[in-house]
């Protein structure tokens, strides 16, 4: 399958959204709820750099966002950005007693666990490893998002063609504006991406090391 970059803005909201980061608003977070249920791809904010997402289970946005970013979801890895631990059981497999321990002290927080993917997470995403990062972000924005949606959201990192994380969310917008379908302003966001921990072999593996401070996991 080939995804090629430019995606013309297909939807009906074409904005970026300010968002305060404190107390979001619940209008404007339904606003993005029903953008992301109506297929959107949005810019939102983490506690660490800015992300693309969309629903886990809108095969159509799924689409697009790949597109996007001229990748394959079978091949790439792609997190699941969730609001609390609660959707554990249902993504994810065999998590051992250390592991959640370990994700229940360090989250919300800067890192991104990687764990063997259940059942129920879509064919998709199921790369050649069969599994899937996790995310709790510490930022009010995106939990009161997912919570209000009710399932986690697709998340990949949004970078330039130079690689290079974008941090102001009105230049953010001025560069993606007819790619993708909301930028949510939350403020100015990081350069340093999450932390990685692979959970999924016989030893807990630190694979990048980013915002998420390593002692946190001894």
């Not at 950005?81 to 250390?98: F, G, M, R, W």
């Not at 927080?109 to 995403?125: D, E, H, M, Q, W």
């Amino acid at each position: 399958m080939v995804y090629s970059y430019f995606v013309p803005f297909l939807g009906n909201y074409n904005m970026i959204l300010n968002i305060n980061k404190d107390n979001p608003e619940y209008r404007k977070v339904k606003m993005v709820v029903d953008c992301l249920e109506d297929s959107g791809v949005i810019v939102y904010p983490t506690d660490t750099i800015y992300g693309l997402g969309c629903d886990i289970f809108n095969k159509k946005a799924v689409e697009k966002l790949c597109r996007l970013r001229g990748i394959n979801p079978a091949k790439t890895n792609l997190s699941f950005v969730c609001n609390d631990l609660s959707h554990l059981s249902e993504y994810a497999a065999q998590i051992d007693n250390t592991t959640f321990r370990l994700m229940k002290k360090t989250l919300p927080g800067p890192y991104t666990y990687i764990l063997n993917a259940s059942r129920k997470v879509p064919k998709l995403f199921k790369n050649n490893k069969k599994t899937i990062g996790i995310r709790v972000p510490n930022n009010n924005i995106v939990q009161a998002i997912v919570k209000e949606l009710g399932r986690p959201i697709l998340s990949i990192s949004l970078k330039t063609d130079e690689e290079e994380y974008l941090t102001d969310p009105t230049i953010i917008y001025d560069q993606y504006k007819k790619r993708v379908d909301m930028v949510v302003n939350g403020g100015i966001g990081e350069i340093v991406p999450s932390t990685v921990v692979d959970c999924t072999g016989s030893e807990i593996t630190v694979i990048r090391e980013g915002a998420g401070e390593i002692y946190s996991l001894i």
